[in-house]
């Protein structure tokens, strides 16, 4: 069958006998020879290996027969996957896997867990998101490793089964390292003033916004692989600088968001980033500090404060560190000096602000 269909072209030996095993197990599969053939004359093959390795062939399922092995209702079904990220098929066709199965029937475990349904679909966009972020710094690796592939496609399902493997492995990584930073950000009490607080998502934190200066100028200059090399670098630095009680939210283009229900340690933070990419050459940062109440909704943060920080770190200069007078107040005079830097119009906010620089070995301005 395959010697007929030409897909055993120019192979002898061990070659022949490799890639007759390969196409064996993608035909008992269900891959049709008219699929086989059109993969292998499109040099398409390794990826077709690596795709059934990965989600071998079965049952497939309509949105309403997930719905009823699952109990769950279609509409609810449908709003799970697209929170997750995974497009839904409006035909009514069987499009759908095992594995999707599964991912539905993660809905009504965590229901049976107590949760709301509000705060299981904000969870589900969170996960989406992140994953699509994690799939997408994926790619390219995968992709080399497929290009290496192309004319080894028996390669490819070693490669395949040693990606399950390891998936299994990051999968146990996740889960502790989940499990460490919920400890962490219990024990360090991130959230505010005890049970007098008005809300549980409310937190009272000093927010931090770092930018590198320069940036869009550079982005006239620089190819955008380049470009993105220094936010990668950035963010690596800070990730490597970053500890409890202080938390790494976010990249944002050329900044990172930083919060801190203790300020003065934030602002230790600052001064080791603004530091430590001035002496790894990354173009200098400017740092804008304020505090106040903010709310955590769906993984993500918003206050005013966020603003006030965003608005304090444009007036900023190079190397300098900014912070209102809500946070200088709250400083540990003993460990961080500051001075007065000014009051400054921010936009978005009527009058004045007072603003106070944090006087550092690098960011000293007179």
């Known amino acids: 069958m395959f010697t007929r269909a030409g897909l055993l072209d120019g192979l002898t030996g061990a070659a022949r006998r490799s890639r007759i095993a390969v196409l064996q197990q993608l035909v008992d599969h269900g891959v049709s020879t008219t699929e086989l053939s059109r993969a292998t004359s499109a ?21 309403e027969q997930i719905a009823q092995h699952t109990g769950v209702r279609v509409a609810d079904v449908e709003r799970w996957f697209r929170s997750m990220g995974r497009g839904v098929s409006t035909t009514g066709s069987a499009d759908f896997s095992h594995d999707d199965l599964r991912l539905a029937r993660l809905l009504t475990e965590y229901r049976a867990l107590g949760n709301d349904d509000a705060a299981l679909f904000a969870f589900a966009r969170v996960v989406g998101r992140n994953a699509s972020m994690f799939a997408d710094v994926s790619r390219p690796f995968l ?6 592939y192309r004319e080894r496609p028996e390669v490819a399902l070693l490669f395949a089964n040693d990606l399950r493997r390891f998936a299994a492995v990051q999968s146990r990584l ?31 934190v000093a927010v931090c916004f770092a930018d590198l200066v320069g940036f869009t100028i550079l982005g006239e200059q620089l190819s955008p692989t380049e470009l993105g090399g220094l936010a990668d670098r950035l963010d690596s630095l800070t990730t490597d600088l970053v500890e409890e009680p202080v938390r790494f939210v976010k990249t944002i283009g050329d900044a990172v968001m930083l919060i801190s229900p203790d300020p003065t340690a ?24 304020a505090w106040g109440a903010v709310v955590h909704s ?7 404060s966020l603003n006030r920080a ?13 912070v209102d007078s809500e946070t200088m107040s709250r400083l540990d005079a003993s460990v961080v000096e500051t001075d007065f830097a000014g009051s400054y119009p921010l936009k978005g906010f009527s009058g004045e602000q007072e603003l106070y620089r944090v006087r550092s070995a690098t960011n000293e301005h007179g």
Request: charged content about 20%; aromatic content about 4%; hydrophobic content about 45%.
């Open 143 to 148: 992709e080399k490793q497929l290009e290496a």
């Open 43 to 63: 040099g398409q093959l390794a990826y077709l290996v690596f795709d059934d390795a990965l989600a071998p062939r079965g049952d497939m399922y309509t949105l």
């Open 298 to 304: 769906a993984g993500d943060w918003v206050g005013q």
């Open 310 to 322: 965003s608005r304090i770190v444009a007036v900023a200069e190079p190397l300098e560190i900014l």
């Open 266 to 289: 934030l602002v230790q933070v600052a001064v080791q980033l603004v530091d430590a990419a001035r002496q790894r050459g990354l173009p200098p940062l400017h740092v804008g500090i």
């Open 174 to 204: 996740l889960s502790q390292a989940v499990t460490t930073r919920l400890r962490q950000h219990l024990s360090q009490q991130v959230r505010i003033g005890g049970t007098d607080r008005p809300s549980q998502d409310v937190y009272d």
